[in-house]
């Protein structure tokens, strides 16, 4: 069973870079076949895909977000990070990890952590 958790601080600055962490267990980020994205949900919107990276370390990003976002990953770890810079109140949102499969969708999430931002 592939469990993923977020971490991060839940009350980010204007202007300031929010850093969020998403911890895979029960499977490997290295796994062939899945990739590994940040999506997140604002109050009262729909779901946003923001970025991923893939099995072999490739990212991919929503050119909504491009400019201001930086998906890494720590192998070591069995994990992979988010930063997006720049942060307005418009990026206040619940953030969730999630796994993908080529072609098959997203499988596994995290239970998501809300993010506010606010001075």
């Known amino acids: 069973q592939v469990q993923l958790q977020e971490s991060g601080p839940g009350l980010v600055k204007p202007s300031q870079t929010l850093s969020l962490t998403c911890t895979v267990s029960?499977?490997?980020?290295?796994?062939?076949?899945?990739?590994w994205s940040w999506i997140r949900q604002p109050p009262g919107k729909g779901l946003e895909w923001m970025g991923g990276?893939?099995?072999?370390?490739?990212?991919y990003y929503s050119p909504s977000f491009k400019s201001r976002t930086s998906i890494s990953r720590d192998t070591s770890k069995n994990q992979f990070t988010l930063q997006l810079s720049s942060v307005t109140p418009e990026d206040t949102a619940v953030y969730y990890c999630?796994?993908?499969?080529?072609?098959?969708?997203?499988?596994?999430w995290g239970q998501g952590t809300q993010v506010t931002v606010s001075s």
């Open positions: 990276i893939v099995y072999s370390g490739s990212t």
């Open positions: 999630a796994r993908g499969g080529l072609g098959l969708g997203y499988d596994y």
């Open positions: 029960g499977g490997s980020i290295t796994t062939s076949g899945y990739y």
